[in-house]
Each structure stands twice: as structure tokens, then as C-alpha cells.
């Protein structure tokens, strides 16, 4: 029977829904986690750390709480991606359902959990906690080396600040680093950290995502097509820690943006507090909750891709809420509760090849990219969106259409907590 794609998409929802349950029942992990389902194929878990819960918190458990996630979450299918230079018969029949699924979620709300054999809930969470344990010591030696004083690691031993730098933000309580594709070489390259692995993993990760994209979006002759223009691994990867503040009066944790280039592989502790800005209604500003799924990844749209595509798949604006952030569809007491705690994240940003916009306003096939970045190269056009310094995406430069909703003063934070 040929059934509407919008059936089918919710019968694979709550398939994979199932295999999910079962695992977490199998592995144990849901226990340390709060977690809920919505009849729209999303799941919602939150962290839960037990003995230290909010009360209040405690107290909207259960199904009032279920029900309050229910209304309020984003529609975001996890979607388990098969390897696709498999050729096996069984890995090229789930592979049109899953680009499908993949891009139908890229298209409708520019987000999509994706989960692959490639990276195991192992690998991501050993890897947020040396990127958090990374982002504190180097902060712990940079702050040393600005007293004047060398901080002493465990054996009493002085350490040298690294080569990476950590940027602790001007106002927020967050620190980062950024990452270039040079500085992860030279992990992966001396493979004497968790990071390097996870990097190797998500390079591969990305080609397949790539991958499935061309072909949900029919470009089954040339599958490959996006992949090869991203072979350089022009990658940047950002590792960022936001303090707890225990405040009610916390605003955004992130400020609104969207991401710049093509995709955005995004790993998170489950701290509560990822939200897109939903387009569902018109003329009305929602920020919803982003679901939280252990071992997968939030895949995002960049405005690159976007343009590329002819705003096919979008580029969705989206912020890390704290309580006090505007027009939240999130519960105000898990946001309380979040930020009670440290939350660190790590989001892997794929750039295409630098000569990227040469190759395709020769390629015939490709008549959609020509204008896409306005004339400018892949680094000039990094460099515009994020608000001058390419490298360290510090600024934050809206597109026209992304102005245009900011405008209606919907979308901003109450109180300007943070400004990337
Ligand atoms: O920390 C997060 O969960 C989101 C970070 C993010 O959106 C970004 O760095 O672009
Ligand atoms: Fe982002």
C-alpha cells in the first residue's frame, strides 16, 4: 500500500522509537535520565543527576511534566544512518528511506538527530568530558600564567599553556576554543587523545551525512557529489563549557544564530536548554526544545547549505535558553534546574573545499549554487556571517531573512546572558 509520506514518517519514528527504548532498557542508561515521549515520533530525555534534583522540578515529574514536554518539543526524528560505501542489499534498501527521513527533517525544521555505528555513546560521552576537562585546565593555566605565576599539574610538574587556544567569553560565563582543521590533523595525527578519535569519527560521519543528503535529494547519479567537495576536511571544531549560574535571572546560554556552513554535528552533555526558533506558525515566534539522545548526534542545516540548495533545507536560527529567555516552549523549571549544572558541548562545523564556489559555477549541473554565497569565496563568506574573524566565529551576522524575524523583537533574550 502506498501510504502518505507523513504516516510513513511517524511509523518509522515510532520504530525506531522502539529499538531506542529497548536499548536503553538493555544498556541502563535511561535511569539516570528523565525521559518522555511525544506522540510526534520525538523523545525527550533530560538529565536528571540523582539526589541533587530541583524539588520543584521533582514535583512537575511524571505525566504533568510528560504532558508539558509533549506540547512543547520540537519535531526532530533520531534517524540511525547506515554506512553507505556499504553496498550490502540490506544497507541499500534502508538507505532511500533514511535519506528520505534525513532530508524531509532537514526540510521541514533544519534539524535531525542522527545516530551511526561509526561513533558509539562511549566515544561522545569519553569525548565531552576531556573537552570539558581540556577547556578547565587550560583555563586553570591561563589564568596562572596571567598572575605571573606557572600552574603545576598533579606531580607538582609546571604545564605550558597548549597550542589551542581557550577563550573565555567577555561577559558570559562560558569558555571555548576553536578547533581549525589544522589544529585537528595534528590530533588525529599524534592520536594521544579521545578528541582525535571522535574527530576521525565524525570526518566519516559527515561523508555519510553528505551522502544521504544527495541522494534524499535525488541526486542518485552523483551521490558522492557533496562529499567530494568536502574532502579537504575543512573542518572547525568548537568545544565550549557554560558555568552553572543558579540563577533564575539567566538568560540565553548561546545567543540566537544560525550556524555558517554546511552541516553542524553537534554533541551535548544533555543538560537541558538547546531550542530552534519553529517556523510552524506564521507571524509567531516559538523556540522550542531540541530532544536530547544519548549516543546520537544534532545534525543542522548551515546557511551554506541552505544557499546551496536553494533554501530546500534551512538554515534554523537556534540559542541555548536559560529561564529567563523570551517566548520559551520549554519548561521554565528544567531550565531553572539546567543551570544549576555545567553543560559542555561540541559542535563539529563542516566548510566545504576552499575552491568550492569555483568548481560549482563551472559545473552545469549545479545552476542553484551561482549566487548562493553572493559572489564571495567559502572564506570570505564564513568570515561576513560571522561577523568579521572567519576563524574564531565570534561575531554573530545575521542574514536578511533572519533580521526580518529578529525585528519583530520576538526572538531575543530577556536578559543578554550571552553573546558568541
Ligand atoms: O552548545 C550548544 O548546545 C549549541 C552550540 C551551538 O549552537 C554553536 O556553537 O553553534
Ligand atoms: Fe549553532
Redesign the pocket.
Known sequence: MNRPAKHRKVSEAIVLLFFEATLLFLSGSALSFAEYRSPNGSVVLHKMTSGDGDPEVAAVGGSEKAEVERQNSAVVPLIDIPIVEDKSSAHLLSLETTSKSLVSALRDSGFALVRSPLLTKELQSEALRAASQFLAKETKSKVASENGSASKNEDGNETKPGSIDVIPHPTDPKVYAMLSSQAQYELVESDTHVISAYISALRSIKKEVLRLIAIGLGMNDDVDFFAKLHDEDNDTL?I?T?FPTFSETTGNR?KE?S?YGTI?L?S?DGVS??ELLSSKEEGEAKWLPVPYIEGALVVNVGSLLAGWTNGALKATL???AGPASLNSGSDRRVLIEATKHS?T?I?F?ADPNANVRESLETNENNQNFKGALGGMSVADYIRWRSGGNGFERSGVSFTPEERKIIAKGETAASVENCN?
Open positions: 568548537r565550549i557554560y548561546c544564530h550556524d553542524t553537534l551535548t536548554g538547546l537556534h540559542r541555548v553543560r558541548s559542535a562545523f558568541r
